[in-house]
């Protein structure tokens, strides 16, 4: 009953907005466009910059799910582009992380592509465009328990050691629903430790952004600690110009 009370009252203000602002807009149709992105936003109408339920915008995006399994995968998985990337379960102990580096590589068309999915061996590849055009945001899913981090590192082209960045994003599988955030710096840079000065002043700065030619290499260190599924997604950055 409460429901339906509801309901109604919605529908009786819904029509009250929409003839007070013909009103508005036969006094000055200048007002127009104002008054109708009102009315959509009342309603959380997707007006091309808004969020979804869920927490991500909206608008068309690339899928990347990164699959936690107990068993490792045996089949080839180079190409395909799946939209998919298996790595291994790991167990539910913080001490007992098993990492896997998914190798990434710049795309010079802009698209995004899973050239390796099988990461149960401890490695799988992915390509994507250099930073700056799009976002990506991050959710974990699956059976609530589960743990995994994700940094992203890169190889120091002198000394041949891996430089992992100081930064990274833990993802937490609690019970209910679980939303995305914004993910975009921690996968798309490098915060170097201040103890490496000659990485510092090779690259000039103490934060690198990836594909940065100082460096070479670049991945992400995923760890996981029993977490069945990290869903990311990657949405085009549109300019306000």
């Known amino acids: 009953m409460e429901n339906k009370n509801l309901a109604a009252v919605s529908v009786f203000l819904l029509a009250f907005i929409i003839a007070s602002s013909v009103v508005v807009i036969r006094h000055n149709d200048a007002n127009t466009a104002n008054v109708i992105d009102s009315i959509k936003s009342f309603f959380n109408t997707d007006t091309g910059g808004s969020t979804t339920g869920n927490g991500a915008p909206s608008g068309t995006h690339y899928n990347l799910n990164i699959i936690g399994v107990a068993k490792d ?64 945001w991050a959710r974990p899913l699956g059976k609530p328990g589960g743990e995994s981090k994700i940094t992203t590192c890169s190889i120091d082209p002198l000394t041949l050691e891996e430089v992992c960045s100081t930064s990274n994003e833990v993802f937490l599988r609690n019970g209910g629903k679980s939303s995305f955030r914004d993910v975009t710096t921690t996968l798309t840079t490098i915060d170097i430790d201040s103890s490496l000065t000659d990485v510092i002043t090779a690259c000039g700065a103490t934060t690198v952004s990836l594909f940065d030619p100082c460096l070479e290499g670049y991945f992400w260190a995923y760890d996981n600690n029993g977490l069945k599924l990290l869903q990311l997604r990657f949405y085009p950055v549109v300019s306000s110009l």
């Open 73 to 136: 995968k045996s089949a080839d998985m180079t190409g395909g582009d799946g939209h998919r990337i298996f790595v291994t379960l790991g167990g539910n102990k913080p001490a007992d992380p098993v990492r896997t580096k998914i190798l990434l590589s710049q795309s010079t068309d802009g698209s995004f592509q899973v050239l390796d999915a099988n990461g149960t061996d401890g490695q799988a590849s992915f390509k994507l465009p250099a930073p700056g055009t799009y976002s990506i």
